[in-house]
């Protein structure tokens, strides 16, 4: 089971940190993906890093303000957000994938999150 936190109502320019912990199961052995979706768009790629945290890809739109790592000694995963923009908004969901790398594409992956909220005013 995988818990995405750290969402929350900021402003444009602000920062959050989500997390995605996992219980029951151990995120060392998954590629990790961020994804987001806002009201009536389809859920999209915002960031991925592979197994052992050192190689990471984002989305264009997010690229230089947010950043993906992972702690597997925490099993936790994080996503930083940083320069937030109203157009940022939207539910975050963390994503597990069986393998080595990530993938930009949901149905590649095999465990989700509940998804955590994020709404950036301007």
């Known amino acids: 089971q995988l818990q995405a936190s750290g969402g929350g109502l900021v402003q444009a320019g602000d920062s959050l940190r989500l997390s995605c912990a996992a219980s029951?199961?151990?995120?060392?052995?998954?590629?990790m993906g961020w994804f987001r979706q806002a009201p009536g768009k389809e859920r999209e790629f915002v960031a991925g890093v592979n197994l052992s945290g050192d190689n990471t890809y984002y989305a264009d739109s997010v690229k230089g303000r947010f950043t993906i790592s992972r702690d597997n000694a925490k099993n936790t995963v994080y996503l930083q957000v940083n320069s937030l923009k109203p157009e940022d908004t939207a539910v975050y969901y963390c994503?597990?994938?069986?393998?080595?790398?990530?993938?930009?594409?949901?149905?590649?992956?095999?465990?989700w999150g509940q998804g955590t909220q994020v709404t950036v005013s301007s």
């Open positions: 994503a597990a994938a069986v393998g080595i790398y990530y993938y930009t594409v949901p149905t590649k992956y095999d465990y």
């Open positions: 029951g199961r151990a995120l060392g052995n998954y590629a």
